[in-house]
């Protein structure tokens, strides 16, 4: 499972993904159809709609939808969406502005140290099905996480942890270096593919 707070060397490139989610598709060369989930920059867009770490829970239900949960109490620090396979992280409880998003690829296996049973805790109760444009680069559940360097034209560097399930993504032009790209692996690391896919900034805890 993905780690709410690590301190990364963060994220990718300047997304060539323009508003529409338009992106990069390595394996045919082209830009490929528009997908519903990109991660850009410093910013989520989902189905054509814009959200950023700024806006608060409330902001975010518009475009996800009401129908969440509280994953672990009754506050709103981590709520979950099971039908969309996707989670937040708040920033409760200074606020309710939201600072992480996770998408669930697809949920460890049962008999690993850190499985989650579907739609219990933080895990969703259906995992996302489709592709994530991830700073331009098509990613599912399929993705060999060494595989994303390559096919982000060596815009994006992917450094795994050792002694933990996590791979980074990182740009290389040190551009929106406070926003992180996490990606939770097995042990295979480099040729794991992502159970899930991390992104934002994280807590912000100053007073």
Same mark, same amino acid.
């Given at each position: 499972? *993905?780690?709410? $707070?690590?301190?990364? +060397?963060?994220?990718?490139?300047?997304?060539?993904?323009?508003?529409?989610?338009?992106?990069?598709?390595?394996? !045919?060369?082209?830009?490929?159809?528009?997908?519903?989930?990109?991660?850009?920059?410093?910013?989520?867009?989902?189905?054509? $709609?814009?959200?950023?770490?700024? #806006?608060?829970l409330a902001a975010?239900?518009?475009?996800?939808?009401?129908? $969440?949960?509280?994953?672990?109490?009754?506050?709103?620090?981590?709520?979950?969406?099971?039908?969309?396979?996707?989670?937040?992280?708040?920033?409760? @409880?200074?606020?309710?502005?939201?600072?992480?998003?996770?998408?669930?690829?697809?949920?460890? @296996?049962?008999?690993?140290?850190?499985?989650?049973? @579907?739609?219990?805790?933080? !895990?969703?109760?259906?995992?996302?099905?489709?592709?994530?444009?991830? +700073?331009?680069?098509?990613?599912? +559940?399929?993705?060999?996480?060494?595989?994303?360097? #390559?096919? +982000?034209?060596?815009?994006?560097?992917?450094?795994?942890?050792?002694? *933990?399930?996590?791979?980074?993504?990182? !740009?290389?032009?040190? !551009?929106?270096? $406070?926003?992180?790209?996490y990606f939770g692996?097995?042990?295979?690391?480099?040729?794991?593919? @992502?159970?899930?896919?991390?992104?934002?900034?994280?807590?912000?805890?100053?007073?």
């Amino acid at each position: 499972m *993905i780690r709410r $707070h690590l301190l990364a +060397s963060l994220l990718v490139l300047v997304l060539g993904a323009c508003s529409d989610a338009r992106t990069v598709d390595p394996a !045919r060369g082209g830009a490929s159809a528009a997908v519903d989930l990109a991660f850009n920059e410093d910013y989520v867009e989902y189905k054509g $709609h814009r959200l950023t770490f700024k #806006q608060d829970l409330a902001a975010w239900e518009k475009v996800l939808g009401s129908t $969440h949960r509280n994953a672990l109490s009754d506050a709103s620090d981590i709520v979950v969406w099971d039908d969309l396979g996707i989670r937040v992280y708040t920033n409760y @409880p200074k606020d309710l502005t939201v600072r992480t998003v996770t998408v669930t690829l697809k949920g460890l @296996p049962e008999d690993a140290l850190a499985y989650i049973a @579907p739609g219990e805790g933080v !895990r969703p109760g259906k995992d996302y099905t489709g592709t994530v444009a991830v +700073s331009g680069v098509n990613v599912d +559940s399929n993705t060999r996480v060494g595989d994303i360097a #390559q096919l +982000s034209n060596d815009r994006l560097r992917i450094d795994c942890n050792r002694g *933990i399930n996590l791979c980074t993504a990182s !740009r290389r032009d040190a !551009r929106f270096i $406070h926003v992180s790209t996490y990606f939770g692996v097995d042990d295979r690391r480099y040729d794991s593919t @992502p159970y899930e896919i991390e992104f934002g900034p994280g807590r912000d805890d100053a007073r």
